[in-house]
């Protein structure tokens, strides 16, 4: 079983930008879709956006579309989440997830997860 390392999080103004990243270890990177989700307090764990193996292919959240940008560099097994213009309700904790088949939103059909990094956007 691979591991899953995010990383770049923290607070940030609203309005302004982060970049996460996701390290992958123990597994064939280029063989998985990967995804970014996110989980605010007292809420359920959502689909934020996905990118598919060769990294041509990707899929975002209605609530990020044109603010969140997923890539992807298989040679570095690292995913990316660029976030810009950032809001309040952005707020979360970020989880990066794996999984073979490409085209799910649902956080269960992804079997291997990170421990999460905190984004916090103030207002």
């Known amino acids: 079983q691979g591991q899953l390392v995010e990383s770049g999080g923290g607070l940030v103004q609203a309005g302004g930008s982060l970049r996460l990243s996701c390290t992958n270890s123990g597994r064939t990177f280029s063989n998985y879709v990967m995804g970014w989700f996110r989980q605010a307090p007292g809420k359920e764990r959502e689909f934020v956006a996905a990118?598919?193996?060769?990294?041509?292919?990707?899929y975002y959240a209605d609530s990020v579309k044109g603010r969140f940008t997923i890539s992807r560099d298989n040679a570095k097994n690292t995913v990316y989440l660029q976030m810009n213009s950032l809001k309040s309700e952005d707020t979360a904790v970020y989880y990066c997830a794996a999984r073979r088949e490409y085209g799910s939103t649902d956080p269960a059909g992804f079997g291997s997860w990170g421990q999460g990094t905190q984004v916090t956007v103030s207002s």
């Open positions: 990118i598919s193996r060769g990294g041509d292919s990707t």
